[in-house]
């Protein structure tokens, strides 16, 4: 072996949001902290770092500055609205999410406030439902983007690993990857693994898997926070719901690494561990190849406002609550029913105000923490540099004049699956004159009103309601969008301690598990459906938890 085997009080099997935060809380217990990671130093934090940074938090200073009412109430009807838990192991998810709301509404601005993040004044309103009031979807907008975006979040925890292993108390292994867990009389008493070449490839890339060694460690408590199964298409397929959600796509583009695969699951399960909700999954239907990849497959999340039209592979216009920003997996079960693509029709009036990208990488004026560069790129003229960076190379936009033209680059883009353009200018046509009066039956209409009702969405995400067939608006713009993988909402069962359960409903001695390898807590507290800003806020939650038990 390539290292003496070592004692330590817990050790935490991944280095991400999760990972991080458990650490913390377990050396401010005085536990020696070993973590171990299978990719390089340059890759702490994991998948946070490339978020938007967007947190759930209810009842907040910035929701009441910008006249919104909110309470525990309310965001604990939401959630279980969306979440429509319906399993009998669904007893830990739920209290997992009863506890993280208390949470949300309760300390948790605060203490993270004290570890250092601070945030955008406007609150987004994200997953908006769009159906009935007891049903899915955040009734007012809670979506409160950190500045520095994910890296704003990962850095001040960053810094604290960094401090707590200076001073002793904690120990950093990279490039160890875990193929085993140590079990002795039904307890987890260490791990075993190889050691892995040093790399110096930059954050996200793929990296080498050239064993130098191995190792083992022993240690009273194992906490593992390895992540979800995004980065694996194979394992997404095998789990796919084709009850609920039809076919899974033969391409899809990745939204994480290729080191997001799953295998402690696997390593979990084959150990003793027992794993549930393994079938729900939150991937996006608004994904594009990315220009400008950093991984295999690398795609990007356009985050719409309300106005772009959306149609699906046939050429039909998609009914609420399948709209832009509304109710993601119904709207993917509505795309996979005809087909694997959609399109966006929009303008450049629409681009320019409402596209914003998924992630630190796409909106460095947020990472940047300046409110001069924000001010700057979003209110000023065009869309953002990284938008207008797709508009101008992205393999899924297309942009043109008039809609003959915009509809015959479409048919060349996907040759396979050719739309209508009579039929695609008629439903345009008719949500066009639905804008003469300042009520409409068009649901979509009604719903761009609604939203700019709110002052957040009026100033920065909503454009005016405007003709798109009207040429002072374009030029036109499509967009195909591919189905974008991304979050695993199941996985290791845990009770509310953290603890790893097995089949039989017992605990797994000495085994822990926080963040998306547990579905964000519990084995899935979303149920199955997201609020967003729930992950990154589940990553913290549950690996206090973790931290604070192990």
């Excluded at 260490?190 to 790399?199: H, I, K, M, N, Q």
């Excluded at 909106?363 to 001069?372: A, L, R, V």
Aim: glycine content about 12%.
């Amino acid at each position: 072996m390539t290292e003496l085997s070592k004692k330590f009080d817990v050790i935490i099997v991944g280095a991400g949001l999760a990972g991080m935060v458990a650490a913390h809380q377990a050396v401010l217990r005085g536990r020696r902290v070993l973590m171990l990671d299978q990719e390089g130093p340059q890759s702490l934090g994991g998948q946070a770092y490339w978020s938007l940074g967007g947190l759930f938090m209810v009842d907040t200073p910035e929701q009441r500055r910008m006249g919104i009412k909110d309470s525990a109430e309310l965001a604990l009807a939401d959630w279980m609205g969306s979440a429509q838990f319906d399993r009998a192991e669904d007893a830990n998810p739920r209290a997992y999410a009863e506890r993280f709301v208390e949470w949300a509404a309760g300390d948790m601005r605060d203490w993270l406030s004290r570890i250092g993040l601070t945030w955008f004044p406007v609150v987004g309103w994200a997953e908006r439902g769009g159906a009935q009031a007891h049903g899915h979807g955040n009734s007012v907008p809670r979506f409160h983007i950190t500045w520095g975006t994910g890296t704003g979040v990962v850095a001040p925890f960053a810094k604290l690993m960094t401090e707590h292993a200076a001073a002793g108390h904690l120990t950093l292994a990279f490039r160890h990857r875990v193929t085993a867990l140590d079990v002795t009389d039904g307890r987890v008493t260490g791990l075993s693994g190889e050691v892995l070449a040093d790399t110096t490839k930059p954050r996200g890339e793929s990296t080498s898997r050239e064993v130098t060694g191995d190792f083992s460690y022993a240690a009273d408590s194992v906490i593992l926070t390895t992540g979800g199964i995004g980065g694996n298409h194979d394992m997404v397929r095998r789990h796919w719901p084709t009850d609920r959600l039809g076919q899974p796509p033969k391409t899809m583009v990745a939204g994480v690494p290729d080191y997001v695969d799953g295998q402690m699951h696997e390593i979990a399960r084959a150990a003793g561990a027992d794993l549930i909700n393994e079938d729900r999954m939150w991937h996006y239907c608004e994904g594009v190849q990315n220009w400008d990849p950093i991984w295999p497959n690398h795609g990007i999340r356009i985050l719409p406002g309300p106005s772009s039209l959306w149609f699906d592979a046939k050429g039909d216009r998609m009914e609420a609550p399948c709209l832009p920003g509304f109710d993601t997996l119904s709207t993917l079960r509505r795309i996979l029913s005809v087909g694997e693509h959609s399109w966006f029709i929009l303008t450049q009036k629409i681009i320019e105000k409402e596209f914003a990208l998924s992630g630190s990488e796409q909106n460095p004026d947020f990472t940047s923490g300046k409110w001069s560069e924000v001010l700057k790129t979003r209110l000023g003229k065009g869309a953002t540099p990284a938008v207008e960076a797709f508009k101008q190379k992205g393999a899924d936009f297309i942009v043109a004049d008039d809609i003959d033209s915009l509809i015959t680059r479409m048919n060349a883009l996907t040759p396979d699956a050719p739309v209508d353009p009579a039929h695609i200018k008629a439903q345009i046509a008719a949500r066009d004159g639905q804008l003469t009066n300042p009520f409409a039956k068009d649901a979509q209409i009604t719903a761009i009103r609604g939203a700019r009702a709110y002052r957040g969405d009026k100033l920065i995400r909503t454009a005016k309601p405007h003709a798109i067939l009207d040429p002072a608006n374009g030029p036109l713009i499509a967009v195909r969008l591919n189905i974008l993988t991304r979050k695993s909402l199941g996985g290791l069962h845990t009770d509310i301690q953290g603890r790893v359960l097995t089949p039989d409903g017992a605990v797994f001695d000495g085994l822990y598990a926080a963040g998306e390898v547990c579905g964000f807590g519990g084995g899935g507290y979303h149920g199955y459906n997201a609020l967003e800003g729930t992950f990154l806020g589940g990553c913290i939650f549950s690996g206090r938890i973790a931290g604070d038990n192990a």
